[in-house]
């Protein structure tokens, strides 16, 4: 019912926080449409996704996390950036940080809409690519980002040294099952695991923090499993193996790094 | 909280079909509150006796500290039930369910702000009378309008939590033109 995009930014938030099921319904969710239709609705939701890319990453950039570029801004980017923006390597370094705090994000999200969507055409849950991708854009847009907002804080703040130590150990405790799946040697391992971080020195801050993480990935599980009950109207048994296959793409991902970057092969 | 327990019919009163000449109302009525009241009970309940238990046990999950992690996501987890269903509660007093002898509206108020949706009888291509458990104890159900073929496109109208729902029902199918029972 709202109109206008502070109203609809607004209800959104709303839906997303109190109304998960709305929120990640694929309104008119119609599994045949024309390609016109079609293509308009990528389109749309490509919108959405990139907005909500850009929102989680400007604030990021703006406060100089994660941005590597120290080159001036490129001659074909000069009279662009003049003409619309101004001053061009102010406007290289911003888009150049956002292309960069964005990169985990889309690439998780990539992976997440393929296993997604390859267990629902395997269960034959799927009525569509285009339910699949409104799902994961929706669910990522919102929980995934907000997964890693709290974890970007949690890096940066100077109170929530052993919140993030927890959190980088259980980081690291899965990387090293990985390492030792692929039968990486020692020599070869870039992360090694330290010492177990005690989870008594927390303070009630960062419990507090640890506990709104742990909210956002169980509303991201949430909103995946409703995207496949509601928009591929998918059994619960269904929903469950595509959410299971969403919580295996750190897996693939991580396998995928160590094959291309070390050559490991599984053991 | 002015709510009617039961479906009233008011011959003489006022209101507007779809194409704005006013017409009176055949039936006219509030969806009840029971089961939202109850459901928002039990999740408080629920989620305070979780709360109560970990704050007893606090060495339940090892570590003070992850204990208390589970306790805060209890805690989360149960304001946003309770306050999804507060605002729910809350819309529901401000519903009322209206059929018309065109039509079927659903109105309601919030924040100073009107909202009404109406399909016209004509239109409707089917009809439908839900009743989960709760619904069915309390002897109430939820009665669904399609207009379309898609259940969330604007051609769905759903009067949810309405009293004597067999009433509604034959009141709007008994408007339906032939070809559509």
């Not at chain 1, 003049?82 to 998780?108: C, H, Y």
């Not at chain 1, 995207?227 to 995928?256: E, I, K, M």
């Not at chain 2, 819309?91 to 059929?99: A, N, Q």
Request: charged share 15%; hydrophobic share 50%; with cysteine.
């Amino acid at each position: 019912m709202a109109t206008g995009r502070v109203g609809r930014a607004t209800a959104g938030l709303f839906d997303a926080v109190f109304r998960p099921s709305r929120f990640v319904r694929a309104p008119n969710a119609a599994s045949r449409t024309s390609v016109r239709s079609a293509l308009g609705r990528v389109r749309g939701l490509a919108v959405v996704f990139f907005v909500n890319v850009v929102v989680y990453a400007t604030p990021l950039t703006l406060s100089g996390f994660g941005v590597a570029v120290d080159t001036d801004a490129p001659a074909w980017f000069v009279p662009v950036a003049e003409a619309t923006l101004g001053r061009p390597d102010a406007a290289w370094w911003l888009l150049a940080g956002i292309a960069q705090n964005s990169a985990f994000l889309t690439v998780i999200s990539a992976l997440t809409l393929v296993t997604y969507h390859v267990a629902l055409v395997v269960t034959r849950s799927s009525d569509g690519f285009l339910l699949t991708l409104h799902t994961v854009v929706y669910s990522v847009s919102a929980y995934l980002a907000g997964i890693f907002t709290v974890l970007v804080f949690l890096s940066r703040a100077p109170g929530f040294v052993t919140a993030r130590d927890l959190v980088l150990n259980l980081q690291v405790r899965f990387i090293s099952v990985m390492y030792d799946s692929f039968g990486v040697p020692p020599s070869q391992r870039v992360f090694t695991l330290g010492d177990p971080v005690s989870a008594s020195q927390l303070s009630s801050n960062e419990t507090a923090v640890l506990a709104v993480l742990c909210a956002l990935v169980l509303y991201f599980a949430y909103s995946m499993y409703l995207g496949a009950r509601l928009n591929h109207g998918a059994g619960v048994t269904s929903a469950a193996l595509s959410l299971l296959a969403v919580g295996l793409s750190p897996v693939l991902y991580v396998a995928a790094l160590l094959v291309y970057s070390i050559g490991g092969t599984l053991v | 909280m002015s709510q009617h327990t039961n479906p009233r019919t008011e011959p003489n009163a006022a209101g507007a079909d779809t194409d704005g000449t006013p017409t009176s109302s055949v039936v006219e009525t509030n969806p009840t509150l029971k089961p939202t009241l109850l459901n928002l009970g039990g999740v408080v309940v629920a989620g305070l006796a979780v709360l109560g238990y970990l704050l007893v046990n606090p060495t339940l999950l090892g570590a003070v500290e992850r204990t208390e992690i589970v306790a805060n996501l209890v805690v989360i987890l149960t304001v946003v039930g309770a306050g999804r269903l507060a605002l729910k509660l809350y819309v529901l007093t401000k519903t009322r369910y209206v059929i018309t002898p065109n039509a079927v509206r659903r109105e309601y108020s919030l924040l100073y702000k009107t909202f009404s949706r109406e399909l016209p009888i004509a239109r409707l291509r089917s009809l439908e009378l839900r009743r989960s458990r709760l619904e069915a104890i309390f002897g109430i159900g939820t009665v669904a309008f399609l207009s379309g073929t898609i259940t969330q496109s604007p051609g769905h109208l759903e009067f949810v939590n309405v009293p004597d729902p067999d009433r509604v029902r034959s009141s709007v199918r008994r408007r339906l033109p032939d070809e559509t029972e």
